[in-house]
């Protein structure tokens, strides 16, 4: 990322080291006494509620909400609607990649500036949330301060008990495609996981829903929740961009995710020019941060996400080998995401550590890398590119914290 700066990232960090950061905790029992929409409002009012004054999309589901948030994000702008903030998570390189404005990162001097303005306000009341409700409404907080009319905002984990959660009245709900992941916070169904993506919907308030690889267990949880909520459901629908240069030169998930977004731009009163449109850069999702050799950065972490990861690779490269530097976390499917990523043209593999945020699963990777009679190696540490094979195409994945590796490794001098 352009002006990264290492001391900075250090400084804004440092302001939240009171504040228990459950992304890097999700082994725990989804309970309100971790994951609360309580707290939210007495932070809120500690910026003046900077919801009342934003026109707010919310994003949730397993896979797409990232990219959807930031293509829609874009289709704001393009159209003249904004300024337009824009809220994800986590990040690959830098804290700003969470705090955009107009597709661009706010400045280091703004978000540390406003942040220690939140901490200490927070820390002299004697409270104690969590990373990611200060950073919500942080985010929130820097949308009003840059003027933003709209924002798109992206939940954590889940949705029902997500801190993004307190929003009460959002323009418009987004649920992206609902596959298995933090099962053991969200529930180990489709349907489970769906009831907890559908606790974003409001009374009255339009959703839209995305293509689901599990529609007869996903669509009934989502449609029930709609209807007792009296929210009208629509479908993304694919002739918003048939026919458009821009959609033909996308991968197929990534088609499914523009589709999701323009549909929602629609609801809002917008009309996207796809003639015009141009793609937002989508740090992390089938990320190309090299040509020379070719280096992709994916953070796939679950099965289903590894399945259209190859599906992805497959349009965009047809018959490329790979060489996969895959590190998973604890608590993933590692076999299934190994079979997955195995269809890939010629693959081998690197077996290797995420970055040190969460416990590694790679011992299970071996098991099952060895089980499955693949081509691997096990590399624990991969800090400089002499770590890896010399002129190979390399796609780094299994994690965003896998991820960020390959983003650091090959990022622009």
């Given at each position: 990322?352009?002006?990264?700066?290492?001391?900075?990232?250090?400084?804004?960090?440092?302001?939240?080291?009171?504040?228990?950061?459950?992304?890097?905790?999700?082994?725990?029992?989804?309970?309100?006494?971790?994951?609360?929409?309580?707290?939210?409002?007495?932070?809120?009012?500690?910026?003046g509620?900077?919801?009342?004054?934003?026109?707010?999309?919310?994003?949730?589901?397993?896979?797409?909400?990232?990219?959807?948030?930031?293509?829609?994000?874009?289709?704001i702008?393009?159209?003249?609607?904004?300024?337009?903030?824009?809220?994800?998570?986590?990040?690959l390189?830098?804290?700003?990649?969470?705090?955009?404005?107009?597709?661009?990162?706010?400045?280091?001097?703004?978000?540390?500036?406003?942040?220690?303005?939140?901490?200490?306000?927070?820390?002299?009341?004697?409270?104690?949330?969590?990373?990611?409700?200060?950073?919500?409404?942080?985010?929130?907080?820097?949308?009003?301060?840059r003027?933003?009319?709209?924002a798109?905002?992206?939940?954590?984990?889940?949705?029902?008990?997500?801190?993004?959660?307190?929003?009460?009245?959002?323009?418009?709900c987004?649920?992206?495609?609902?596959?298995?992941?933090?099962?053991?916070?969200?529930?180990?169904?489709?349907?489970?996981?769906?009831?907890?993506?559908?606790?974003?919907?409001?009374?009255?308030?339009?959703?839209?829903?995305?293509?689901?690889?599990?529609?007869?267990?996903?669509?009934?949880?989502?449609?029930?929740?709609?209807?007792?909520?009296?929210?009208p459901?629509?479908?993304?629908?694919?002739?918003?961009?048939?026919?458009?240069?821009?959609?033909?030169?996308?991968?197929?998930?990534?088609?499914?995710?523009?589709?999701?977004?323009?549909?929602?731009?629609?609801?809002?009163?917008?009309?996207?020019?796809?003639?015009?449109?141009?793609?937002?850069?989508?740090?992390?999702?089938?990320?190309?941060?090299?040509g020379?050799?070719?280096v992709v950065?994916?953070?796939?972490?679950?099965?289903?996400?590894?399945?259209?990861?190859?599906?992805?690779?497959?349009?965009?490269?047809?018959?490329?080998?790979?060489?996969?530097?895959?590190?998973?976390?604890?608590?993933?499917?590692?076999?299934?995401?190994?079979?997955?990523?195995?269809?890939?043209?010629?693959?081998?593999?690197?077996?290797?550590?995420?970055?040190?945020?969460?416990?590694?699963a790679?011992?299970?990777?071996?098991a099952?890398?060895?089980?499955?009679?693949?081509?691997?190696?096990?590399?624990?540490?991969?800090?400089?590119?002499?770590?890896?094979?010399?002129?190979?195409?390399?796609?780094?994945?299994?994690?965003?914290?896998?991820a960020?590796?390959?983003?650091?490794l090959?990022?622009?001098e």
């Amino acid at each position: 990322m352009r002006d990264y700066d290492i001391e900075s990232e250090q400084r804004f960090l440092a302001l939240f080291k009171h504040f228990i950061n459950l992304e890097r905790k999700t082994d725990r029992e989804y309970i309100s006494r971790d994951f609360s929409l309580r707290r939210m409002n007495d932070l809120a009012a500690l910026v003046g509620h900077p919801e009342r004054h934003l026109q707010i999309v919310h994003i949730a589901g397993t896979k797409g909400k990232g990219s959807t948030a930031l293509m829609l994000g874009a289709m704001i702008e393009q159209a003249g609607a904004g300024p337009c903030g824009i809220f994800t998570s986590p990040h690959l390189l830098s804290v700003r990649e969470r705090f955009l404005v107009d597709q661009q990162p706010l400045s280091y001097e703004l978000i540390i500036g406003e942040a220690d303005n939140l901490c200490r306000a927070v820390l002299a009341r004697g409270w104690r949330p969590n990373f990611f409700e200060v950073m919500t409404v942080l985010a929130l907080r820097l949308m009003v301060v840059r003027s933003c009319r709209y924002a798109v905002v992206e939940t954590g984990i889940g949705g029902l008990l997500d801190a993004t959660n307190y929003i009460p009245s959002p323009q418009c709900c987004i649920i992206t495609a609902i596959s298995f992941d933090h099962t053991n916070l969200l529930g180990r169904t489709i349907a489970a996981i769906a009831a907890q993506k559908a606790g974003i919907i409001k009374p009255g308030v339009p959703v839209v829903v995305g293509r689901q690889p599990y529609p007869r267990q996903a669509l009934p949880v989502i449609e029930a929740a709609a209807a007792a909520r009296g929210a009208p459901v629509h479908y993304a629908d694919s002739k918003t961009v048939e026919g458009s240069a821009v959609a033909g030169g996308l991968a197929p998930m990534q088609q499914e995710n523009l589709t999701v977004a323009a549909t929602a731009a629609r609801l809002i009163g917008l009309q996207p020019d796809f003639a015009t449109f141009q793609m937002p850069e989508l740090p992390g999702r089938c990320q190309v941060v090299s040509g020379k050799p070719l280096v992709v950065v994916d953070g796939a972490h679950n099965p289903d996400s590894a399945r259209r990861l190859v599906e992805a690779l497959g349009f965009l490269y047809p018959d490329t080998p790979f060489t996969v530097v895959l590190g998973v976390v604890e608590g993933k499917d590692c076999p299934a995401i190994l079979q997955q990523l195995s269809k890939l043209p010629g693959a081998r593999f690197i077996l290797t550590n995420p970055r040190p945020f969460k416990p590694s699963a790679l011992a299970e990777l071996v098991a099952a890398a060895r089980q499955q009679g693949l081509s691997f190696e096990a590399r624990p540490e991969i800090d400089s590119r002499t770590s890896l094979p010399d002129g190979q195409n390399l796609l780094f994945t299994g994690s965003f914290f896998t991820a960020v590796i390959g983003a650091e490794l090959f990022q622009p001098e």
